[in-house]
Structure formats: structure tokens, C-alpha cells
């Protein structure tokens, strides 16, 4: 049963669009996480969020931002996307941070021509 | 920056056998590692975590941590056509208590 919703499942847009990706966990979870997997399936963190704490992969560019509203949900956003930004992301949720399991939504895939 | 290195890229077995699936880790400090289970389209799943030197079993997995050797290794028992996908090991950061994943194994069981 999915319990991290992510929309859309899939964006196809041109260089030098905005971007917005969804997230919505159901878990109750005070931590949410943007991963961003590349087409050799490598993970990469992007930002972790908790209790409006926001970590953030210091490799990611500054075009990524990530927005919360609530604990429940954390936005992707993507302000002038570049070819390289072609990507699957994925959403995640956990209790706390470090030891506790991750819940992945099923990602975005994201195709910049 | 914690690194994280699997084996091999790709492995087929015949429906019944063990699947064997290495990852090796950069730091000895790591906290727990995770072995994660992803099928095509879908998000990765956690399988079964790790923190102890020893091995830990649960159901037809089977895990064994060597911290000396920065070594961790994933056994499924009585492989099925249903074990096919990718296998992602993880590592839990001891500095930012982040999640630094490998780039996966691709598991194929021939029924």
C-alpha cells in the first residue's frame, strides 16, 4: 500500500522551464526527503526536512529549492531546468532522522529536452 | 564524503538458488547499513538493516557485516522470478546521518 504519493508520474518540458514536483506522505512522519536517481540508478541525496529544519545536499544547485506546507508535505521545485536535471526524483519519509527506515513514493521522471 | 561500491552489476540465477550480492563501505564509523529492493517504476523498499558486526537473518535473507573489512553482504535464499529487480545497498552517514546509497545490483531469477 502506497503510503508517499508523489505527482507527476512523469514531465517532459524544455530547457529554461519552472518545474513543480508534489509530495504527500500519510505515514505521520516528522522527516521527508528529495533523492534525485540518475539513469544508472545511483541515489542522491537532495534535501532532508524535519520539523522545518532543512538540510541540504551541498552539490545541489541552487535552481532546486524544496517547499513544505505542513510535515506531510514537501514540493520539489526546479526554477530554469537544464539538461542534465533529466532524472527520476523521489520522494521519502521517515519518523526521525538517521537510524529509522525510509519510505519511498514512486518518483517523478523528469525529461528536459 | 562516504562512499558505497556494490557487486556484481548484474547477476542471474535460476529460480531456487542463492542470490549473493556484496557492497563494500568507505568508513568503518558508518551507522546501520540498509539493503533496499527496487522494481522497475517503482521506489526503492527497504528490505532489512544492519548496525552489529555478525549477521542478521530474517525470512530468505540473510545478512553479514564485516566492519574490519568495511564489507556487507545480502544472501536470498530460494530465489524466485519475483526477486527480480534492483538491489540497492545504503549506508547511514556517521556525520550527517544521511542515507549514501550504491548504484545496485540487477537481480534476474530464471523461472
Known amino acids: 500500500e502506497t503510503a508517499v504519493f508523489q505527482t507527476p508520474n512523469y514531465h517532459v518540458t524544455q530547457v529554461g522551464n519552472e518545474v513543480s514536483f508534489n509530495c504527500k506522505q500519510t505515514l505521520g512522519h516528522d522527516t521527508m526527503y528529495w533523492y534525485k536517481q540518475d539513469s544508472k540508478k545511483l541515489l542522491k541525496i537532495m534535501f532532508s526536512y524535519n520539523n522545518k529544519q532543512l538540510i541540504v545536499n551541498e552539490t545541489v544547485p541552487r535552481r532546486f529549492s524544496p517547499q513544505s506546507s505542513d510535515k506531510a508535505h514537501l514540493n520539489l521545485r526546479i526554477k530554469s531546468v537544464e539538461p542534465e536535471d533529466s532524472a527520476v526524483y523521489l520522494c521519502a519519509s521517515s519518523q526521525w532522522t538517521g537510524q529509522d527506515t525510509q519510505y519511498f513514493g514512486p518518483g517523478t521522471r523528469l525529461l528536459v529536452l | ?111
Not at chain 2, 556487507?72 to 524466485?80: A, P
Open chain 2, 1 to 111: 564524503q562516504e562512499k558505497v561500491q556494490q557487486s556484481p552489476e548484474s547477476l542471474i540465477v535460476p529460480e531456487g538458488a542463492m542470490s549473493s550480492l556484496n557492497c563494500t563501505f568507505s568508513n568503518s564509523a558508518s551507522q546501520s547499513i540498509w539493503w533496499y529492493q527496487q522494481h522497475p517504476g517503482k521506489g526503492p523498499e527497504a528490505l532489512i538493516s544492519i548496525f552489529s558486526n555478525g549477521n542478521k537473518k530474517e525470512g530468505r535473507l540473510t545478512v553479514y557485516l564485516n566492519r574490519a573489512s568495511l564489507h556487507v553482504s545480502l544472501h536470498i535464499r530460494d530465489s524466485q522470478p519475483s526477486d527480480s529487480a534492483v538491489y540497492l545497498c545504503a549506508v547511514i552517514s556517521s556525520g550527517s546521518w544521511q542515507l549514501i546509497f550504491g548504484s545496485g545490483t540487477q537481480l534476474t531469477v530464471m523461472p
